[in-house]
């Protein structure tokens, strides 16, 4: 360890929450290091390689050495389970989303929303809800709007604005990038849409339609979320901000850093972070102050890790509120097909965009359904070719295995009969007691530490709005001609889009966060991940995620002051070193 | 109400598919292949030959080279052990329900009779769904994993598979050592 190491910011993680404040204090002028656990990979990592992307899951941890402890609820019928626990992976659960700079953004799919004004007004708007921990947010649509515009420049998204019911207001009249070229099915969605009265509008995209910034553009392979990108085009932390950041040559980036413990002085402020690096060896840095955005489960596991003098509990953790109201996205899902016999040659465009989406009911104002209550947002998105996990549900019929020449005809049928379109639909994740993160007593990873347990149930109340959703969704493709149309809600959660766990508010007994994202019980901490959503909208997180991040980023360079510190005195030397 | 058990990830695909044999990302040791008996392959080679069979325009395990597709598997550093012995009991357990004779003598309904009779237990279900799972990935996994010579299970099923291509030099096992 180097003693007299110390930067201005340590920031931990380096993901959607982790990129943006390393970019803008860099920018500024601030002395950064990124503790990142997983490798430095680049564009030159990346191939349409189904095998390392999700097969053999080579950008990820090996679940069995980086095991997480579930809780959930028995299947039964009656859905009064009791509580069964096992390790996640023994479950079917992974719930690490992309262990490598940048993070999970390397691998998303970049289907991106803003929030909308009704969203940090649940609780005033609707009311509160049995069984849920519904709070108002602390700031106000108003206060992030801009962060979102900055988002659309900085890391880059794409779209066109088209006038809808539930749009929310914008201080820019347009998108910064042209949207992503369209799929011929795009077109037919509007069309169908349009004729049952619907808004079908196109979905901002986190993918450069034009090479910018040092950044390629799209490539239309056909192949994108779950794929780390080969042009740049895709908005990751890393392609988008931390590049940026390390080539001010004031951010340092250490991958294979895996921080275990923020340490803590007498008068409670962090001092040091201390990590496992590749080799396994204990190291540690300093800083003026420190940022985490580990993504949510690993975020609240890491504060409660890091107990000190005055925070016997963890950090953040003095109201035993580190951990909870861990959210996910809720809502349903679905899909249709579309016969090449039927829509002929348009429909064998390969590799563009079907980016569609409904936010008519992004507020359910129907009385058939119940008085009027927030909903959500469907996507329309094209079934991804990824051959293999398309081919695999075909291996089973009636609970016995296919082979031999029936399952040759069955790949035929399905990949020769036309493609795919999926519903998405997504409403809030009611915050509630049993969907937490606590340190699990027993079991550890590799390096000996205890893992994050996780209780995981859904409210009911999420079912309702995800069939709501996924049957407009249905009804639209009908309509489009599309066969075998199915929908349905989904109760266990969509593992690669978490938040909550460390929720913001004004009152330190029920939140852990101020507005301004800093620990209500540590000056020098902030958590700028998704951990500080009370409510996590009814859209994907990220494009908040970032939002925030760099509206953070403004607070903590408002605390640290304008007298950025020397740059670092060296250079940065290959990122695979 | 029905709690729903699977899971829908925004991008489309599920997460990890689960090999029913035990995880390829074990500890273990390179060149584990060269230790399986001849014997061994020779029963694999038929088995793979019934499940997927060669026709006449449609490419069946012989011309997807799904044997050489598993060895290249069982080679790649660190294949856990355990999957070695799982697959090496999974043969056994064939040879054994075809006794007296040996599976290979056996003809196509004989072979049906005998793989049912092995998926009617559990573990030879798992095993039989590790082997089937092994054969749609060499089907259309990259050819740089030793299936799928020249993509023609890609063409066969007229699937695009997208750019840039993995070479040799960033397998995923290559990856995960980065």
Same mark, same amino acid.
């Given at each position: 360890?180097?003693?007299?190491?110390?930067?201005?910011?340590?920031?931990?993680?380096?993901?959607?929450?982790?990129?943006?404040?390393?970019?803008?204090?860099?920018?500024?002028?601030?002395?950064?290091?990124?503790?990142?656990?997983?490798?430095?990979?680049?564009?030159?990592?990346?191939?349409?390689?189904?095998?390392?992307?999700?097969?053999?899951?080579?950008?990820?941890?090996?679940?069995?050495?980086?095991?997480?402890?579930?809780?959930?609820?028995?299947?039964?019928?009656?859905?009064?389970?009791?509580?069964?626990?096992?390790?996640?992976?023994?479950?079917?659960?992974?719930?690490?989303?992309?262990?490598?700079?940048?993070?999970?953004?390397?691998?998303?799919?970049?289907?991106?929303?803003?929030?909308?004004?009704?969203?940090?007004?649940?609780?005033?708007?609707?009311?509160?809800?049995?069984?849920?921990?519904?709070?108002?947010?602390?700031?106000?649509?108003?206060?992030?709007?801009?962060?979102?515009?900055?988002?659309?420049?900085?890391?880059?998204?794409?779209?066109?604005?088209?006038?809808?019911?539930?749009?929310?207001?914008?201080?820019?009249?347009?998108?910064?990038?042209?949207?992503?070229?369209?799929?011929?099915?795009?077109?037919?969605?509007?069309?169908?849409?349009?004729?049952?009265?619907?808004?079908?509008?196109?979905?901002?995209?986190?993918?450069?339609?034009?090479?910018?910034?040092?950044?390629?553009?799209?490539?239309?392979?056909?192949?994108?979320?779950?794929?780390?990108?080969?042009?740049?085009?895709?908005?990751?932390?890393?392609?988008?901000?931390?590049?940026?950041?390390?080539?001010?040559?004031?951010?340092?980036?250490?991958?294979?850093?895996?921080?275990?413990?923020?340490?803590?002085?007498?008068?409670?402020?962090?001092?040091?972070?201390?990590?496992?690096?590749?080799?396994?060896?204990?190291?540690?840095?300093?800083?003026?102050?420190?940022?985490?955005?580990?993504?949510?489960?690993?975020?609240?596991?890491?504060?409660?890790?890091?107990?000190?003098?005055?925070?016997?509990?963890?950090?953040?953790?003095?109201?035993?509120?580190?951990?909870?109201?861990?959210?996910?996205?809720?809502?349903?899902?679905?899909?249709?097909?579309?016969?090449?016999?039927?829509?002929?040659?348009?429909?064998?465009?390969?590799?563009?965009?079907?980016?569609?989406?409904?936010?008519?009911?992004?507020?359910?104002?129907?009385?058939?359904?119940?008085?009027?209550?927030?909903?959500?947002?469907?996507?329309?998105?094209?079934?991804?070719?990824?051959?293999?996990?398309?081919?695999?549900?075909?291996?089973?019929?009636?609970?016995?295995?296919?082979?031999?020449?029936?399952?040759?005809?069955?790949?035929?049928?399905?990949?020769?009969?036309?493609?795919?379109?999926?519903?998405?639909?997504?409403?809030?994740?009611?915050?509630?007691?049993?969907?937490?993160?606590?340190?699990?007593?027993?079991?550890?990873?590799?390096?000996?530490?205890?893992?994050?347990?996780?209780?995981?149930?859904?409210?009911?109340?999420?079912?309702?709005?995800?069939?709501?959703?996924?049957?407009?969704?249905?009804?639209?493709?009908?309509?489009?001609?599309?066969?075998?149309?199915?929908?349905?809600?989904?109760?266990?959660?969509?593992?690669?889009?978490?938040?909550?766990?460390?929720?913001?508010?004004?009152?330190?007994?029920?939140?852990?966060?101020?507005?301004?994202?800093?620990?209500?019980?540590?000056?020098?901490?902030?958590?700028?991940?998704?951990?500080?959503?009370?409510?996590?909208?009814?859209?994907?997180?990220?494009?908040?995620?970032?939002?925030?991040?760099?509206?953070?980023?403004?607070?903590?360079?408002?605390?640290?002051?304008?007298?950025?510190?020397?740059?670092?005195?060296?250079?940065?030397?290959?990122?695979?070193? | 109400?029905?709690?729903?058990?699977?899971?829908?990830?925004?991008?489309?695909?599920?997460?990890?598919?689960?090999?029913?044999?035990?995880?390829?990302?074990?500890?273990?040791?390179?060149?584990?292949?060269?230790?399986?008996?001849?014997?061994?392959?020779?029963?694999?080679?038929?088995?793979?030959?019934?499940?997927?069979?060669?026709?006449?325009?449609?490419?069946?395990?012989?011309?997807?080279?799904?044997?050489?597709?598993?060895?290249?598997?069982?080679?790649?550093?660190?294949? /856990?052990? *355990? =999957? !070695?012995? $799982?697959? %090496? #009991?999974?043969? @056994? &357990?064939? +040879?054994?329900?075809?006794?007296?004779?040996?599976?290979?003598?056996? /003809?196509? *309904? =004989? !072979?049906? $009779?005998? %793989? #049912?009779?092995? @998926? &009617?237990? +559990?573990?030879?279900?798992?095993?039989?769904?590790?082997?089937?799972?092994?054969?749609? =990935?060499?089907?259309?996994?990259?050819?740089?994993?030793?299936?799928?010579?020249?993509?023609?299970?890609?063409?066969?099923?007229?699937?695009?598979?997208?750019?840039?291509?993995?070479?040799?030099?960033?397998?995923?096992?290559?990856?995960?050592?980065?």
């Amino acid at each position: 360890m180097n003693a007299t190491e110390e930067f201005d910011v340590c920031v931990i993680g380096s993901g959607a929450g982790g990129g943006p404040v390393a970019w803008r204090l860099a920018q500024a002028g601030y002395r950064v290091v990124v503790l990142e656990k997983g490798p430095w990979f680049n564009e030159k990592d990346f191939y349409k390689d189904e095998l390392a992307c999700c097969r053999r899951r080579a950008y990820f941890p090996d679940a069995k050495t980086e095991p997480k402890m579930l809780e959930t609820r028995e299947d039964t019928e009656d859905g009064d389970g009791s509580w069964q626990t096992r390790p996640a992976h023994e479950a079917g659960w992974d719930l690490w989303n992309g262990n490598m700079v940048g993070g999970a953004t390397n691998l998303m799919s970049g289907h991106f929303h803003r929030l909308k004004p009704v969203d940090f007004r649940l609780r005033s708007t609707f009311g509160p809800i049995e069984g849920a921990n519904v709070a108002d947010w602390p700031i106000a649509y108003d206060d992030l709007e801009p962060y979102y515009a900055l988002v659309e420049r900085e890391v880059g998204i794409s779209g066109r604005v088209v006038a809808h019911p539930n749009q929310e207001p914008r201080s820019t009249p347009d998108f910064p990038y042209p949207p992503t070229r369209e799929h011929p099915i795009a077109g037919w969605i509007d069309a169908a849409g349009k004729s049952l009265g619907y808004h079908p509008i196109p979905t901002p995209r986190a993918i450069l339609s034009k090479p910018d910034q040092g950044r390629g553009g799209c490539s239309y392979s056909g192949y994108c979320g779950s794929y780390g990108c080969a042009t740049g085009a895709k908005g990751s932390s890393r392609a988008a901000l931390l590049n940026r950041a390390v080539a001010t040559g004031r951010c340092e980036v250490r991958p294979h850093a895996m921080s275990y413990r923020l340490e803590s002085d007498s008068t409670g402020k962090v001092v040091a972070a201390h990590y496992f690096d590749r080799e396994g060896q204990k190291r540690q840095v300093r800083a003026r102050l420190f940022a985490v955005a580990c993504q949510a489960i690993e975020t609240s596991r890491l504060l409660l890790m890091s107990t000190g003098p005055r925070h016997p509990q963890g950090l953040g953790n003095n109201h035993g509120q580190v951990g909870r109201n861990l959210i996910f996205a809720g809502g349903g899902s679905g899909s249709g097909r579309l016969s090449f016999k039927k829509f002929g040659e348009p429909l064998r465009e390969f590799g563009t965009f079907v980016n569609r989406a409904l936010q008519d009911w992004y507020v359910i104002n129907d009385r058939a359904f119940g008085p009027r209550q927030k909903g959500g947002t469907i996507d329309l998105v094209e079934v991804h070719p990824a051959p293999i996990a398309r081919a695999a549900p075909l291996l089973k019929e009636d609970g016995r295995l296919v082979w031999g020449k029936p399952l040759k005809r069955n790949l035929e049928n399905y990949f020769r009969f036309g493609r795919g379109v999926k519903i998405e639909a997504f409403c809030d994740w009611l915050p509630h007691d049993d969907c937490r993160v606590s340190l699990d007593p027993t079991l550890k990873d590799k390096w000996g530490l205890p893992v994050a347990r996780l209780r995981v149930d859904f409210h009911p109340k999420n079912l309702g709005v995800g069939w709501y959703l996924a049957n407009k969704g249905a009804e639209v493709l009908k309509q489009l001609g599309a066969e075998e149309v199915i929908s349905y809600a989904v109760g266990n959660p969509p593992t690669n889009l978490q938040a909550g766990g460390c929720r913001f508010g004004r009152d330190p007994k029920t939140s852990v966060l101020d507005p301004d994202c800093r620990a209500h019980d540590c000056e020098n901490l902030f958590v700028t991940d998704g951990s500080f959503m009370p409510t996590g909208g009814s859209v994907p997180h990220t494009w908040t995620i970032y939002a925030n991040a760099f509206r953070v980023a403004d607070k903590i360079m408002a605390q640290l002051g304008n007298t950025p510190g020397n740059t670092l005195g060296k250079s940065q030397g290959d990122p695979h070193a | 109400m029905k709690r729903r058990t699977f899971l829908f990830q925004t991008a489309g695909l599920a997460a990890a598919p689960t090999l029913s044999l035990t995880s390829l990302s074990g500890c273990g040791r390179p060149g584990a292949q060269a230790d399986l008996p001849d014997t061994v392959w020779r029963t694999l080679a038929a088995v793979h030959a019934h499940l997927f069979p060669s026709e006449a325009k449609a490419p069946g395990a012989a011309e997807l080279d799904t044997l050489g597709y598993l060895k290249a598997a069982l080679d790649v550093p660190g294949f /856990d052990p *355990a =999957e !070695r012995a $799982a697959i %090496l #009991r999974g043969a @056994e &357990a064939v +040879e054994a329900q075809a006794k007296p004779r040996a599976f290979t003598e056996l /003809d196509e *309904a =004989e !072979r049906e $009779a005998v %793989l #049912r009779a092995v @998926e &009617a237990t +559990e573990s030879g279900r798992a095993w039989l769904e590790g082997m089937l799972n092994y054969l749609i =990935e060499a089907l259309l996994a990259d050819p740089v994993y030793g299936g799928n010579p020249s993509g023609v299970g890609w063409r066969w099923l007229d699937h695009n598979p997208g750019f840039p291509r993995p070479p040799a030099g960033k397998r995923w096992f290559l990856l995960k050592s980065l």
